[in-house]
Structures are given as C-alpha cells and as structure tokens.
C-alpha cells in the first residue's frame, strides 16, 4: 500500500543503547542524548530491568542519570536503551501554514523600531497577492532631490552684461547635483519631474548709480524667466541696491540644468556687486522636486 501523507526522513530507526562503565561509589552518570525525564529511557542493570522514577531505581533528566544505589565495577554491568529519542524535525509542505498557526507574537513581541527606516530598510507588501520586499527609500515620501546654495561673498558685475551667478556656499544638496564652482544644478538621472525654484538677487552699488537691474533663470543654457526692475531715467531714480528674485515650477529631465544670471545698469557705467555674506542670505538659489504631482 502507498504511503499516505509526508513521507519520513527514516524509515526504519532502531532503540540505541548506551553501555555504561561502572564507578565505584557512583550514582550519576552521563547519557549519551538529553531526556525529558527517566521514562525515556529503559535502564538494565545486570540483564534486570530496573524501575524508574523517585526513589526507585533511578531518575533522568536532560542528559544526567541519577542511580540510588552506587554500583560495584567488575561485578555489576549496566545499559539502557532511548526509548524517546528524537530522530528528525519535519517540515510542513509548502503553502501549508496559514494565518491560523501563526502567534500575533511573532510581530508584536519583535523590538519596534523607534526610529525612521534607513533607506535600505525592508518591509514586505502585497503586490498583486504576491509577498515582495522593498527597500524603505522607494516608499518614503520626500521633496528631493533638493539643494540650497548661496553666495558667502560679492560677485562683481559689469554695467549692463548679463554674468552667471556663481553661488559658492553649497547649504545642502541630497543627491550632489549642484556644481559650487559653476553654479549649475543638474537634474539627477532618473530624477525628472516638477520642480520648485526659487531665486534671489540683492543689487548693490556703493555709488548709489544703480538705475536697473535684471535676475534670469536659464535653463539649458537659455534665458526662461526674468524678472526686470527698471528704473533708468535719470535725476532721481537710481538707488543703492534692490532685491530681486521669483519662485517658479518646472518640468525638468534628468541631466537638464539650471542656472541664475544677473545684470545691472549705472549712470556711470561702472561695476556693482551681487551682495554675499558669509552669516546671511542675501542671494541664494534653491530647488525641490515635488512630489504627488
């Protein structure tokens, strides 16, 4: 007849016996495999089968045997034989175990976490009914990349030319897009998307000749959006400095970059500055992905 069910690892296993070298005025001995009590094991004392159990013959447990009675060596013999011993450790089939066999403990008595993942943290989910793993950092929700940098000095500018504004303070950049000696943003591979951009300028001239200034945005080497403070016309209209800047959202592609231009127009045709400090945020430039969007 088939076999029905799991198929044993053994099919066939015998009792060990265990022959034990006598010690003179001793009565514990050691078994070769743990027990749970003298009931697993038959222990014969001279062809005698000896009653187990406190204060009859012997006790067991894990592997001690404990006699009553110290035996003599050369006269007396003894052995026994694991009537309990285990043998195997079977496993269930496959899809066999289900939520019914498995404890609420095996989550809830696990150390929590206390803490936000690490990006290469990994939790399971359902994907179609199929259990995968994910690393946190695709689930976490967070407006990057994302990068602020500001100028920590002035940058000269010339009369009425359009000059890249270097912003040499990287304050912080999550994925290493921005270029502190170019002062270029690139969008990361595989980063594409909506963006948020914000820009500011702060005009400044020592003369007080300032009568306009300008601040652009450039996308891929092209000017996008400007924003234009005019106020040439002599007498009266110059100024010492002014603050420009704007935020604007884009779509951006991976390996597209962004940059901030600036321009400035005097009455004596000389220089003035971009204002930096290495405390303040006088002019600075700064983007974020968005996300849900």
Not at 152 to 175: G, P, W
Not at 237 to 251: A, E, P, Q, R, V
């Amino acid at each position: 007849m088939a076999y029905l069910g799991n198929r044993p690892a053994e099919s066939y296993a015998s009792f060990e016996r265990q022959v034990f070298t006598i010690v003179n005025s001793q009565t514990a001995y050691t078994l070769s495999h743990s027990v749970t009590n003298e009931n697993d094991i038959r222990l014969v004392v001279n062809n005698v089968v000896q009653e187990p159990g406190s204060g009859k013959a012997y006790t067991a447990s894990g592997t001690t045997l404990t006699l009553s009675a110290a035996l003599v060596n050369g006269t007396d013999e003894m052995y026994c034989v694991f009537l309990g011993r285990a043998l195997q450790t079977v496993n269930p089939p496959n899809a066999s175990v289900g939520s019914a066999q498995i404890a609420d403990s095996l989550i809830s008595g696990k150390t929590a976490l206390g803490a936000t993942p690490a990006d290469t943290d990994e939790l399971l989910i359902s994907d179609a009914g199929t259990l995968k793993r994910v690393d946190y950092s695709y689930l976490k929700s967070a407006n990057t990349p994302s990068f602020s940098a500001r100028l920590n000095a002035d940058q000269t500018l010339s009369d009425n030319s359009y000059t890249k504004i270097v912003f040499n303070t990287e304050v912080y950049d999550t994925d290493s897009g921005y270029d502190t000696s170019t002062g270029r943003y690139t969008i990361p591979s595989g980063k594409g998307g909506k963006y948020s951009i914000s820009y500011q300028l702060l005009l400044y001239d020592a003369n007080g000749q300032l009568t306009g200034g300008r601040a652009s945005l450039y996308k891929n080497g092209s000017s996008l959006e400007e924003q234009i403070l005019d106020m040439e016309g002599g007498g009266d209209k110059y100024f010492y400095n002014s603050t420009m800047g704007t935020n604007i959202i884009l779509d951006l592609s991976a390996s597209d970059y962004i940059e901030v231009y600036g321009r400035g127009n005097t009455l004596d045709s000389g220089t003035f500055v971009i204002d930096g400090d290495t405390n303040a945020f006088y002019s600075f430039f700064q983007a974020y992905k968005l996300i849900g969007v």
